[in-house]
């Protein structure tokens, strides 16, 4: 089994709230910014401040819009995105395997 690449981990992934909004997104689709935040469970703040890292490192975009009067955000999951948290997870799945346990799904 080759080693595991403990440096390649994604440290803009490897965050849990970051890990969350990526799960969600991957699994869900698009979110608005409340909906992430009832579902994550978190601060409007700590969560704002996650998805600046995420929009950042290009791995979510954000559609802004008006619904009524008040302002609505919603952000999607990128194709970077989706590949960086692929190799994340599959460098988890890798981590678990060479611990001789059975990976989730498999």
């Known amino acids: 089994m080759p080693p595991i690449d ?6 803009t992934v490897h965050g849990p709230l970051r890990l ?37 490192a290009e791995y979510i975009r954000s559609e802004k819009a008006f619904v009524g009067r008040r302002p609505k955000t919603t952000y999607h999951l990128t194709k970077k995105g989706r590949a960086a948290l692929a190799h994340y997870l599959d ?7 060479a611990m001789g346990r059975t990976p989730v799904g498999g």
């Open 91 to 97: 460098t988890l799945q890798r981590l678990l395997q």
């Open 6 to 11: 403990f440096n390649g981990l994604d440290t």
């Open 20 to 56: 969350g909004v990526l799960t969600a997104l991957q699994l869900d689709g698009p979110h608005d910014f409340t909906t992430l935040k009832k579902r994550l469970e978190i601060a409007d703040g700590s969560l704002g401040l996650q998805l600046q890292k995420l929009e950042e």
